[in-house]
Structures are given as structure tokens and as C-alpha cells.
């Protein structure tokens, strides 16, 4: 069984992967009205920059003291971990399918165990590394990869979708080196406000401007702007963070991938996207993964042998 910080470590990044499985509404929403996703972006770090910045300001304003160490630290954090990895990801889909960039940015958990492996010194268990199979496999179900139509091996493509996955791995690597030396509030809000500055270079802003003053529905708009920002981003991103006090960084990356998962189940129920058998199969394999990382190592062989 799992041990109380362990518990909580857990259910801090299934929060987080429900929140990011949401996102696909929001994103979609607006989407809709041709926002480019690089404003999307911009949304979310700088309604979460500000969210937390203010959270800092009114709980404690002695949060909001760093040195020039952390200045450059928070730059480096927001602009890498955040901004790089909006900007890849977005840049991978225009040479490559969707899915295939989806899938590349899941490469993540594995420069996540790599990383953690050689800063943290966290071994590579048999749990762990069966987990990270069934991920992958799981994801390249998924994201229907199997599928030749869903395969454009564009190499610009491959390498920013590959640069993703690894800023993505950043995100929690870093915070974990640093979760001692500062506030979790206080990195999260310089680095959001850092990542939404180096986004504003890639922003379509005429068409962002436009797009708000001409609109009628103004507040179906703001609403979509303010779930992205605070549900998805504060939220999502805030657990996901504070998750690698209480457990490993490999393992939260791991959990993390129940994303694709409530995104998908999401995407079918609301959006009436199909979901087909390959694709359930693929579900239930990450859901597995996770499930093994609380199965006792010496559990494992009766497990498999159960299975087969």
C-alpha cells in the first residue's frame, strides 16, 4: 500500500491530468474562433503568472523576494520549461500530424526517468520500467500511430516534437531540483509571467485583438480564456509541481499520462470524437502502468503470469 505523502504526491498529479484532459474544451472553443495557439498559450501562463503573483502578494509579500539567482533561474524555468515547450509543440504540428506530435510529447516520462536516474539517483525499477512500456504503448494507441495516415516523418517535425518532450521533462526536473531553495508560488509566479513574455513574439496579436473587439460573444470568449488559465494552468500545473514533494519525478511523469486518457474520453463525449477498440485497449493499458507502480516488486511475476 501507499505510504500518506505517497497518497498525496498520487492524487496531486491525477488532479493534474484531469485539469490538462479538460483542456482540449477550451482549446477547442477557441479554437473555433481562430485564435493561433501560440495566443492560446500566451492565456494561460499570464492569467497563471498574474493568479499567482497576486496569490504571493496577498498571502505573504516577502514570497516575492528572490535574488538575482532566482531572477535568472525563473527566466530560464519559463521561457524552457513553459514557453519552449508551447512553441515546439506548436511548431511539430505544422510538419507532422497531430497525433504523432501528441506522441513525441510524451516522450517526456523518458527523458524524466533518464534525468532523474543521473541528478536524483532514482533507480530504474522493474516497476518503473514495465510502467513506462505500457505508457508508451498505451499512447501510441492512442494517438492511433499504427495508423499510416497518422505517420509524416518530417524531420523539422520530429526534432521540435522531440524538443518538446524534453522541455515538457524540464518542467518537473527543475522544480524538483529546486523545491527546496524556493517557494513553489514564487517559481510559479515569475516563471508563468517569464513564459507569457517569450510567448508574445509568436502571438498573432492583430488577429488576437480583432478577433475580441469584433466578437458577440464576448463572454463566452473570456470564459474560455479564464478555464484555460486558471483550471488548466494554475491548477493543473500548481499539483503537478508541488506532486514531486511527496513522490518521484519518473512516476509522476508516468501518472501524468492519464492526460490522453480523460482527454479522449472527454473528446468522445463532448466533441462525439470515436473512440475504437484499438484505442480502448490503449486506455486501459496506461491505466495498468499506474496501477503497477503501487503492485510490490516482488508481486509483479505472479501478476504477469496472471495475465498470460
Known sequence: MLKEDEKKGFILVIVAALFWGYMGVPTKNLGDYSFDPCSVSFFRTSIAGIFYFLYCFIKDRTLLKTDKKGILFFIFYGVIAFGATFISYNVAVNYISIALGTMFMFTSQIWVIILSYFIFKEEFTVKKIVSILLTLTGCFMMCKIYDLNNISLNPKGIIYGLLSGFTFALQIIFAKINSNKYNQNT??????????????????????????????????????????????????????????????????????????????????????????????????????????????????????????
Do not use: C, R, W
Open 187 to 308: 517559481l510559479l509566479a515569475y516563471s508563468f509571467i517569464f513564459a507569457s513574455l517569450s510567448l508574445i513574439p509568436f502571438m498573432d496579436i492583430k488577429n488576437t485583438i480583432h478577433i475580441i473587439s469584433s466578437s458577440n460573444n464576448i463572454y463566452f470568449i473570456l470564459k474560455n480564456i479564464i478555464i484555460i488559465g486558471l483550471l488548466n494552468t494554475v491548477i493543473a500545473n500548481g499539483a503537478y509541481v508541488k506532486s514531486v514533494q511527496y513522490i518521484e519525478v519518473g512516476i509522476a511523469s508516468i501518472i501524468a499520462s492519464l492526460e490522453i486518457v480523460i482527454a479522449s474520453i472527454i473528446a468522445y463525449f463532448v466533441f462525439h470524437e470515436t473512440l475504437d477498440i484499438v484505442q480502448v485497449i490503449g486506455m486501459i493499458l496506461i491505466i495498468v502502468s499506474i496501477i503497477i507502480l503501487e503492485v510490490k516488486k516482488e508481486t509483479l511475476p505472479k501478476l504477469f503470469k496472471f495475465l498470460t
